[in-house]
Every structure is written in structure tokens, then in C-alpha cells.
T-cell receptor, first 112, second 114 residues
Framework: DTGVSQDPRHKITKRGQNVTFRCDPI?????LYWYRQTLGQGPEFLTY????????KSRLLSDRFSAERPKGSFSTLEIQRTEQGDSAMYLC??????????FGPGTRLTVT | AQSVTQLDSQVPVFEEAPVELRCNYS??????LFWYVQYPNQGLQLLLK??????LVKGINGFEAEFNKSQTSFHLRKPSVHISDTAEYFC????????????FGAGTILRVKS
């Protein structure tokens, strides 16, 4: 069990550019979650997959955000036309039909 | 809708002293409650969880929490803290029919001083 991994750990981009983050969950976990955490706040739910199906999306997830989990394993989160307000830590978590979510180290996005 | 309030943004405490981090939640239905810890530049680690049963829950690193349904609280306690407990602590709530997504409080920074 190598835990949840996220790549990259840090990303600096210019406003208007597109960015993509990857999350590799714990191998047997069928549920995968994305959260966003801004400075001084707790994580906020973005979206959730069960296997390859995206079952819920938060209203925080604007049209510029898209997430996929094509084969029910790793997931990607893409942000198009980034804005300064997108600067945050993006956290991925996975679980196995239980209430315990295991979190990755996060990807810190800075939009300049 | 669910919400979580962590009543203290920062809690300073001396090493070996007891500590309580407060958490209140609002929900019209049964919930599941969690405490997570976040060390600098790291992800979240689960400290403990309340799903059902005994209202006193014991977790890792000597932490425990008590679920109080009438007061809608889930306060985290440790009888004697260490310097290594310095971190940010998050209380969270979920409801099973929403895919177990977590709703977090704003966090409490615990600063342990020597």
C-alpha cells in the first residue's frame, strides 16, 4: 500500500493557461474524491467518482473545471483558462466503500 | 445542508498540558463525524471517526473525541500534548447517501510550546 499519490506537487502557471493534475488512488479503492483547500480554510468538496462514473459535482466546479477517471483507476482534474482565484491546494482522496477517506499530499496551484 | 463550526482558529498550549479543540455541526439527519490532522505541506491524516455506537471515540496519537448529539458537538481532546502535535486539525461531517463526501470546518491550529 503506497498511499494516494498526486502529481505534480506544485504548479505555477500564468493566468489563462490550462493545467492538469493527476491522482493515483490506493489500488483497490473504488471511490475517488477531489477537494480544494484555500489558505485558512478547510477543504471543500469538488467532485466524486465511484469506479469510472462521476456521481456528484459541486457547484464550485465551474465549466472551466473537468475531471475524469477513465478506467476507474487514476483520475485527472483539468482547469481551463486559469484565474487567480483558482490558486489553492487541490487534494485527492480515495476510499473503499467505507467512510474512511485517505488523502494524498495535494497539488499546490499558483496562478500568476 | 450540513455545516461544521470550529470555534477556535488557534489554540496555544504548553507541552504536557491537556487540550480540547471544539467542533459543532449542524444537520437535520444522522451524520458521521471525523477529525483529521494536517502537518505542514502534507495531506490530511485521519485521527478518529464516529459512525455509531459508543459516543467516546479513541484515535491515534492519544487523541479522543466525544459525540454529543444533544449539543451537536464532537470535541477533540488529548490529556497531554507533545511538541509533535503542532499541526492544523479539521473536524468533518458526512452523510452516507451523498457518497460520503466530507464537509470540513475551517480548521484549528494547535501550537504546542515548550
Amino acid at each position: 500500500d503506497t498511499g494516494v499519490s498526486q502529481d505534480p506537487r506544485h504548479k505555477i502557471t500564468k493566468r489563462g493557461q490550462n493545467v492538469t493534475f493527476r491522482c493515483d488512488p490506493i489500488s483497490e479503492h473504488n471511490r475517488l474524491y477531489w477537494y480544494r483547500q484555500t489558505l485558512g480554510q478547510g477543504p471543500e468538496f469538488l467532485t466524486y467518482f465511484q469506479n469510472e462514473a462521476q456521481l456528484e459535482k459541486s457547484r464550485l466546479l465551474s465549466d472551466r473545471f473537468s475531471a475524469e477517471r477513465p478506467k476507474g483507476s487514476f483520475s485527472t482534474l483539468e482547469i481551463q483558462r486559469t484565474e487567480q482565484g483558482d490558486s489553492a491546494m487541490y487534494l485527492c482522496a480515495s476510499s473503499l466503500q467505507t467512510y474512511e477517506q485517505y488523502f494524498g499530499p495535494g497539488t499546490r496551484l499558483t496562478v500568476t | 445542508a450540513q455545516s461544521v463550526t470550529q470555534l477556535d482558529s488557534q489554540v496555544p498550549v504548553f507541552e504536557e498540558a491537556p487540550v480540547e479543540l471544539r467542533c459543532n455541526y449542524s444537520s437535520s439527519v444522522s451524520v458521521y463525524l471525523f477529525w483529521y490532522v494536517q502537518y505542514p505541506n502534507q495531506g490530511l491524516q485521519l485521527l478518529l471517526k464516529y459512525l455509531s455506537g459508543s459516543t467516546l471515540v479513541k484515535g491515534i496519537n492519544g487523541f479522543e473525541a466525544e459525540f454529543n448529539k444533544s449539543q451537536t458537538s464532537f470535541h477533540l481532546r488529548k490529556p497531554s500534548v507533545h511538541i509533535s502535535d503542532t499541526a492544523e486539525y479539521f473536524c468533518a461531517v458526512s452523510r452516507s447517501q451523498y457518497g460520503n463526501k466530507l464537509v470540513f470546518g475551517a480548521g484549528t491550529i494547535l501550537r504546542v510550546k515548550s
